[in-house]
């Protein structure tokens, strides 16, 4: 009690106390970083930190233009255009303005009476700084930070990759497939998705889709498309899949709203298996026993094309040495190449692979059958050994 009386508070209060403001200061510096490196926190940091190297190099200009020439003013100016909102960017730009200034009245013409800050320099720094207004308007304009907009489309090519991907299959049967977008992009419109599924999970279900366009400009509906698809993907039954999978794209009611697919259901105890195309173009079989390839083609319309459309499935069995590929339109046919042709000499190269079980050969089909086509092409290789 004395020691309250004569100190206030005990010194495990205290101690307490300042650990908890302690506390609440972290947080809220640690959420702020957060926000900002977020896209949704303030830019007063980065603008005090780039209005402090406006004077820095105004002075290195000043005492040594030889090494640092006023033209260096355009390096905060760039950074500005990435880190700052567009008000911001302005305030940047009128230190910037001021620091030309400074340096053009100070200093005075060299002995061969060239001016160091010359109109070209001015030049210079305004056009970058207009360049940067600009990539800061465009980003206020689309929502999308500089910090977050390269994460955000490296997180959409590892979404499309990771739905892509094709779960572990039992000892005997092996699966591979390979993707390569048009133009060597990183996006596509071609995409798999594929889950076991059935009682104890004794069914293999892969979809290959091809939405209409190629490359950048069909990334966006394939991103949609293959998590909607995934989601549809064993939670139906097989011969709702496509019905459901058409629906779903004719309610988006997109311009270009096409798309082929493929649906390949494997009951992976006996080899029996039914595949439903929409539209999509035929699989090869080869029977291991005869030493051939045959096409397996199922009927059934485009998706997205009208409402009701039927799907029905053609039946088929892997035996033991067969092998099933399933691959977009892009891998076989060109302007150049009919679907037969293309089709011929994707199964001469793949006889190529049949000693070595098919391993590793997606990549390399491609590469020997359509490395040099301008579309996006898809190859899916199942074999029962």
Known sequence: MALRRAGGRPPAARLLQANKAWHRVRTAVRRSAVDYFRGGGPDWIALGALLLTLP????????????????????????????????????????????????????????????????????????VGVSGLLVAQFRRRVGVPWRRGGTMLFDLRERIRVQSRLPAVPNGWHREMSLRPAGGQSFSGDFVVAARTGPERRTFEVVLTDVSGKGMDAASRALLLSGAFGGLLGSLPPHDFLPAANGYLLRQEWEEGFATSVHLVLDLDSGDYELYSAGHVPALQRDAGAGRWEAVSAEGPL???????????????????????????????????????????????????????????????????????????????????
């Open 56 to 127: 820095a190099i105004t002075t290195a200009t000043v005492v040594n233009p030889q090494w640092c020439a006023p033209e260096m003013l355009a390096l905060p100016v760039i950074a500005g255009g990435l880190l700052l909102r567009p008000a911001s960017l302005l305030v940047l730009y009128g230190a910037a303005a001021a620091a030309l200034i400074v340096e053009a009245a100070v200093l005075a013409p060299v002995d061969s009476g060239v001016r160091v800050v010359t109109p070209g320099t001015i030049l210079v720094v305004a056009a």
């Open 303 to 385: 998706l997205g094309v009208y409402d009701g459309a039927q799907f029905d499935p053609v039946k088929g069995r892997l035996r033991q040495g067969d092998v099933l590929m399933l691959f977009t339109d892009g891998l076989v046919e060109t302007a150049e190449r009919d679907l037969t042709d293309g089709m011929d000499r994707l199964t001469g190269e793949a006889d190529r692979y049949v000693p070595g079980g098919f391993e590793g050969a997606a990549w390399h089909l491609i590469e020997a059958v359509a490395g040099d086509v301008n579309d996006d092409r898809a190859l899916l290789l199942i074999s029962r050994r």
